[in-house]
């Protein structure tokens, strides 16, 4: 029960550690001074979200006992989080023990990302609209070369060496190539994230294919299905599994790719943006950019998280993730 | 009524496998059998003796390297819905709940709407209403099994085919369900062929049992079992049956070992 308690109780003492920290000791001087202090306010949301989960956790209803599950479960963690980026404001803004260029004060990161909301609003739109055109294109191409060459000998035989040369090939180093065929960077752009999605997509759902519990064809010839039948009702259900685990890999990999893609002449887009603050030496600006894309990324993989287990329900009992 | 069917003829029928190491294995060397329409006829011998394999010709899964099969006079050349198999594990989709999986075969040849009605009557047979929406994993080993026999019997296929698949059972599941395939023998009328170890399981449910002598794999000898049913397990005619054929068993095997202990 005190164990509990202390778990709960982490996080309370965490943050107000941060406080502490924030509000007694000074700046270093080297540091540039923020606008306002962002980074107090961060804390003052994290604060009040804090005073209204565990007032919330104390009542014995249903909602309050989920939330104290999950306070108990997961404080130790926010309350690590919160001390990783006490830590950081130590070095960077109290100490200043790393060059302030490179490592700007909390206080600005968070700022860059308070001033520069609306164009890192529409670069985020542009990136999700690059993102989406070439993970559709590489998706659905990859889903079909993949379900090609797991039913198809001779598409195996061709196909499959050509994935094993083209694969392992950073998708950006294509760039000088790219962007000589297409007319457009945008155009070349696309096809590096669409290349990047397409190669682990159709080596896991080919691979899911050809891993496929052969007898589960069988059954289906035996009851009377046709090639077709088994194609989409055996070996596609069964290489589902396999598909998203490729989804997960290509929505990385289209990350990186995206990042780089950006960066040959594209107007917006968040890699464009990175790379744009960082040759102005705005370093709040990078990391502001840095902390857009990560939160990005991680919301993708959640939604896909959310897919699989609606459609993969059966799963659950199968194999454990 | 209606003629019988389900006579399934086996000529001269010969399957080689290749060896790894460039040899060539003979599974089934010149076997020939007459299998009546709505008999029940046991496979059995050491393993290894190309019982199996024979089952599989029989359903077409591996087709026949000499010789031909046929069903009611008609050559088989593939796997058809006409000759259900049961296999060894219940092999049900995992992303199918109970009634999807034994109703695959007739939304396949897109007959599910009429034969919705069956559908319901095998689950009902098989003992599993009530789980219809159940998935496979959340259901025991037996009544996996139970789904995978009624997946089997609901196109109403003329030969049923057994390939051990009460093997991966407990004892006592596994005499329940011998009941119960012979419950729906009798109901169904149909010709059902089972691979089995098990000379109990042989001499408890069929008419016929074939013994298989292994490499060269061949018929050693037909045993028409005259019991009457139901028939009971430890009575005196039932044990010499199960002697004589653990006689041939033995005479049979090539090893010094014998496959089966008393």
Redo the contacts between chains.
Sequence with gaps: MIRKQAKKISFIISWLLAVLVELMVENDVTQPEANEPYYLYLLGIVGVIIIVCYLGSFFKNNISKKLDDYLQKKAPLFAGGILLINIINIVCSKLALLPVLFFPSLDRIFGALVNDRVLLGECILASAKLLLIGFLIGGITGFFTGILIGFNKVAAYWINPLTKVIGPIPPTSWSPLVLSIFSTSYQAAIFMVALSVWFPITVMTSNGISNVNQTFFEVAETVGASKRYQIFKVGIPAAMPNVFLGLFYATTGAFVTLVTAEMFGCKSGIGWYLNWQKSMMLYANVYAGLIVLAVLCNLIIKILFKVRTGLLGWQKGVIKW | MVEKSGNIVIENVSKYFDQADGSVLTALDGVNLNIKPGSFVSLIGPSGCGKTTLLRAI???NCADKGNIFLDNELIK????E???A?Q?A?L????NIEKNIS??L???GIYKEKKEDVKEYIEMVGLKGFEKS?P??LSGGMNQRASLA??LV?HPKVLLLDEPFGALDAFTRMNMQDEILRIWKQQNMTMIMVTHDVDEAVYLSDQVVVMTPRPAKIEKIIDIELSRPRARGNHDFLNYRTKILKILNYAGTNKEPEFYL
């Design positions: 359903a077409g899964l593939g796997p058809s819905y000759r259900g198999f296999f594990q092999n989709y995992p992303w199918l695959f075969g939304r396949a040849r998935y994993h959340q997946r089997a196109g």
